[in-house]
């Protein structure tokens, strides 16, 4: 079962990463890994475009909730999936 879904807001809480502990992300996608974890793949930055600087893949323990998104978090999560 995974703990957040497509859209949820999440904070940071994994230390070693490009972004700083606490920033707040936005969930565009989650899977399965190999090992059966959840992985969630975050958006950063909603304002600039989608490139490997403002989106990562993180474990359950990585993030905890920040509240649901709101529609523009919603809609910018949809147009990065389009432009993929």
């Known amino acids: 079962m995974t ?3 497509v859209g949820d807001r999440v ?3 994994a230390e070693g990463e490009p972004w ?3 920033e707040i992300g936005t ?3 989650v899977f399965t890994g190999d090992d059966g974890e ?3 793949y975050v958006r950063y930055y909603p304002d600039e475009p ?3 600087h ?3 893949h993180h474990l359950d323990d990585d993030l905890e909730f920040a509240g649901p ?4 978090d919603v809609r910018t999560a949809s147009e990065t999936r389009e432009r993929n």
């Open 20 to 22: 700083p502990v606490g």
């Open 27 to 29: 969930v565009l996608e």
């Open 3 to 5: 703990k957040f879904k």
């Open 11 to 13: 904070r940071l809480l």
């Open 69 to 72: 998104a709101d529609s523009d």
């Open 50 to 52: 989608a490139y490997t």
């Open 38 to 40: 959840s992985v969630y």
């Open 54 to 56: 403002n989106c990562g």
